[in-house]
Structure formats: C-alpha cells, structure tokens
C-alpha cells in the first residue's frame, strides 16, 4: 500500500495543477478475485464480489471511485465499468496500474482529462 501512496500523491499534485480539487484519500479498498473467474467470464460472480468488497471497504455512499487495474483485462475492466455505471451509479475512472506506477507526469495529464 505505501507503493500506492507514493504513486497518488504526484497524481494528486497534477490533479490541483489541472484546477481539480481531489478530496481527502480514503483508505484503498482491494478486492482479490480468483482469476478463474476472468478466465471463463463470470461476470456476475465478479461483479458480487467487487461490489460486495466496496460495501464493506466504504461507510458512506461513494461521490467517486478511482480504479487501478491490475491488468489489461477487458471481462474485469467491462464488468467494473457496467457494475459502477449502471447498477450503482459511481462517477469512476479505471486506469492500469502498471502504467499508473511509471509516475509520469504527461500520462497523469491524459488521466487527470477523464476526470472532467
């Protein structure tokens, strides 16, 4: 977790350098998913358990989620945007985390732009 705080706080600098005003960081919510269940599409059984890991992770209704990604996943990226989307209705933006973690500062900028 101290990896991911060091990689939030330049994002959060290019986040206030582009006029936003992040809010206080909250607590990192990780949910681990067999990945079986990538592997053969179970979309449901992930998308329970994400939203089941964010109910016990958050106490108050979420204004906002920001996800890293672990891989280029298109089964976990679709069902994490059709489950923030439209089941429960959370402003989001997914990113990978690998590319995340490079801490440059012009892939911050593209990243920063989906937040508008």
């Known amino acids: 977790m101290n ?6 706080e330049p994002f959060r600098k290019a ?4 006029g936003l005003e992040p809010g206080q960081l909250e607590k990192p919510c990780v949910v681990n998913l067999n990945p079986k269940l990538l592997l053969n599409k179970e ?6 358990q994400i939203k089941s890991g964010l109910i016990k992770a958050f106490e108050k209704p979420l204004l906002f989620l920001f996800v890293l990604l672990p891989n280029k996943s298109a089964v976990l990226y679709n069902t994490i945007k059709l489950l923030l989307d439209c089941s429960i209705s959370v402003p989001n933006v997914c990113c990978i ?4 973690a490079r801490l440059d500062i012009y892939y911050f900028a593209n990243v920063v732009m989906k937040f508008n």
Request: zero cysteines.
């Open 43 to 48: 979309t449901q059984e992930i998308r329970e």
């Open 15 to 18: 986040l206030v350098q582009y």
């Open 97 to 100: 985390s690998s590319k995340f």
């Open 3 to 8: 990896g991911l705080r060091h990689a939030l």
